[in-house]
């Protein structure tokens, strides 16, 4: 595997995990302020998470997007390939068949 591709794989990695886990801070949060409220303090940091959720969301989204064009670009290459590879005259004559 490309080091390029190994270290996308690794940020897409890192970027869902870092999401997963401020979503669970999140959650945690929503509970306590359904009982007990949120102070002043609370609502500032569920709100600095959200906005962090959200630009991480969006950095996965061109990171995907990315990878997924890089893919189709092989793929396209790929296939190209072959195709040349198929339609190259094998050196036999007609009347060989």
Do not use: F, N
Request: glycine share 6%; net charge negative.
């Amino acid at each position: 595997m490309p080091s390029r591709e190994r270290k996308s794989r690794t940020e897409i990695s890192r970027l869902q995990q870092e999401i997963a886990s401020l979503g669970e801070e999140q959650a945690e949060a929503q509970e306590i302020a359904a009982v007990v409220g949120m102070t002043v303090d609370d609502s500032m940091r569920y709100r600095e998470r959200h906005a962090q959720i959200k630009e991480l969301t969006c950095q996965l989204s061109e990171l995907e997007g990315a990878r997924h064009d890089q893919e189709e670009a092989e793929k396209i290459a790929r296939h190209g390939t072959e195709a040349d590879q198929a339609s190259r005259p094998t050196g036999k004559s007609a009347d060989q068949y």
